[in-house]
C-alpha cells in the first residue's frame, strides 16, 4: 500500500507558505493514492528531543525506543514529504534533530553502491524562503538547505528520488523593501503548486 510520511517545520501555525505547498501535494498525493496511508508530523508543534549521550550509546543495543519509532515511521513510508522553511539560510533546528535520529549507522548506504535500504524511496522537499537562493542570484551560495539535503539523503542512498520544490520571495509580501519582487514572488508560489500536483500525480 502506498504510504506517504508527510512532515511539517514551519514556526507559523498560520499563513506559512511551506505548509500550504505541502498541503497541496498531500491532497494531490491522497487523490492520486486512494486507500493509501498518510502519516502526519509536526515538528514545530511537536518538537522532538535532541539526540542526548545516552540515546548515542544506545545505538550499541538496539537503539533508543524513539529512534526506533522514527526509523519504524519513516521506512514504512514510500514516498517522504518534508515542508521546510529556511531558517537563517539552512534548516528549522527542529528538522536537524529528526535528521540526526533517523540518520543511523544501518540506514546508511552502501559506499560503493550507494545503495540502502532507504533506496526506493521517495523523497520530496518543499521549501519556502523570504529571499530568492536561485541560480544566478547573489544569494545562491546561502543556500545550505538544498545542498545539506542532498548530501545526506545521497548517503542514505536516496539521490535519484529526491525532488526539491522552492517558493521564493516569500517576505516581498511583508517587508516593503522586497515590493518590486511580489510579481515574482507569486509566480514562485504558483509554479511550486504546479510543480507538487505533478509531482504528487506521478
Ligand atoms: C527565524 C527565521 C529566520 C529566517 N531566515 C531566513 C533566511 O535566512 N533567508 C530567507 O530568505 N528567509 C528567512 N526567513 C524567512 C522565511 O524563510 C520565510 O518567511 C518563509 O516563508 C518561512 O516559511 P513558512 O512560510 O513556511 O513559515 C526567516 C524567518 C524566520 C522566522
Redesign the pocket.
Known amino acids: 500500500m502506498a504510504h506517504l510520511l508527510h512532515i511539517d ?4 501555525a498560520e ?7 505541502g498541503a497541496a501535494f498531500a491532497e494531490a498525493w491522497r487523490s492520486a493514492h486512494p486507500g493509501g496511508e498518510h502519516t502526519y508530523r509536526d515538528l514545530a508543534a511537536d518538537p522532538l528531543p535532541h539526540v542526548d549521550p545516552a540515546a548515542l550509546v544506545a545505538r550499541q543495543s538496539g537503539g533508543d525506543p524513539l529512534e526506533r519509532e522514527l526509523v519504524a515511521e519513516l521506512t514504512a513510508a514510500d514516498t517522504v514529504l518534508l ?8 534548516l528549522p533546528s527542529t528538522l536537524k534533530a529528526w535528521l540526526d535520529w533517523i540518520a543511523v549507522p544501518e540506514l546508511f548506504a552502501d559506499q560503493e553502491t550507494g545503495v540502502g535500504p532507504l533506496t526506493g524511496t521517495r523523497v520530496v522537499v518543499v ?7 536561485a541560480p544566478g542570484t547573489p ?1 545562491h551560495p ?1 543556500d545550505f538547505q538544498e545542498p545539506y539535503l542532498r548530501a545526506l539523503f545521497g548517503a542514505l542512498g536516496v539521490d535519484r528520488d529526491l525532488e526539491f520544490v522552492h ?5 516581498a509580501a ?1 517587508a516593503p523593501h522586497l515590493e518590486q519582487f511580489r510579481d515574482l514572488a507569486a509566480a514562485s508560489l504558483e509554479e511550486a503548486h504546479r510543480v507538487v500536483r505533478k509531482l504528487a500525480a506521478a
Do not use: H, K
Open positions: 517545520t514551519s514556526l507559523r499563513g506559512s507558505v511551506s505548509r500550504e505547498v515542508a521546510v522553511p529556511m531558517y537563517n539560510f539552512g521549501t519556502a524562503r523570504g529571499g530568492s537562493y544569494r546561502f517558493a521564493e520571495l516569500t517576505s511583508v
